[in-house]
């Protein structure tokens, strides 16, 4: 593994804000990266950008359809919202957007595209990085296409506040890379028996590593308020007895025919159903989750950066 540690060591260099002799540069807030691809100096620190990770256990609990909805509601809060595709498997954020991508990162990769014409600007002004699939494999690339692809990634996080991402089911590898990363993880779960047990599973396994922040749970589809305690008090119980970790419950959200109706529509719910149950769910959720925690101090800067942060998980 001395090859692969090599490999991220030079990744730090390059890029984490810290010069060759390991000492951080002063910050140059505001700066740009800048597409200096031949330079090799380090990229400046940049302002922190906040991160949320969707995850579940058991699949078609409804992550995409709050993670979309969600970066809308941030977005006329007058965030500027990045919400990534994290799902390998089926990419689908931009089926309930409307929008059509033409390029990916691996265009960004081999130099056929900068990241501003992979990124998509989607409804309210939210941008879309469509699939981010091989972030996670960065450290197989080449030096040279490494960088190239982080300092693109770079560049878009300056351009934002807030990293949503859409991760797949399941805890696969590239999900726990993406959850350990991201500053808070949101678990979404339905009040059906194998979600919330599969729920518990993820919990499980997220809590065998390093977490940044508190878990939350979304109960999703939830028939009533009760329904959503009551599954969220099943996932707790357990949690506090076996993982010893106290999850936060971040609310419910109603099972509601507009979320599907939405979809055919190929419109997303906040657009097409503002005033839903389910709409009135995922507002919540986002006026919850744009005060805690709070947002970063003006002036915080963070060295790495979330895409190096995901570049640079080991394990
Ligand atoms: N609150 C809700 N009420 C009714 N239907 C819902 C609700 N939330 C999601 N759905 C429906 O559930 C299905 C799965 O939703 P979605 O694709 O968002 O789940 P997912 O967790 O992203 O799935 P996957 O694991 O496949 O990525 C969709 O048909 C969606 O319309
Ligand atoms: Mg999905």
Known sequence: MADQADKLRSLRLVTGGVSADGKTPPSHRGRRAGPAFDA???I???PRVRSIALTSGKGGVGKTSIATNLAIAFAREGRRVLLVDGDLSLANVDLLLGVVPQ???GDVIFGRASIEQVVLKTVDGVLLLPSASGVEELADLDDFRRERLLRELARLEDSVELIL???????????????RAADDVVVVTTPEPTAFSDAYATLKVLSQGRLRGRPGIVVNMAATPEEGRETERRIRLVAERFLQLKPEYLGHIALDPSVGRAVRQQQPLLKAFPRSPAA???????ARLLVDPPWPEPGEVDPEGFFLKVANFDG
Do not use: M, V, Y
């Open 103 to 105: 390029k990916n990162l």
């Open 280 to 286: 009135a769910g995922i507002e919540a959720l986002a």
């Open 165 to 179: 991402l859409d991760t797949g089911s399941g805890i696969g590898r590239q999900t726990i890379h993406f959850a």
């Open 44 to 46: 400046p620190d940049r």
């Open 40 to 42: 090799r100096g380090p």
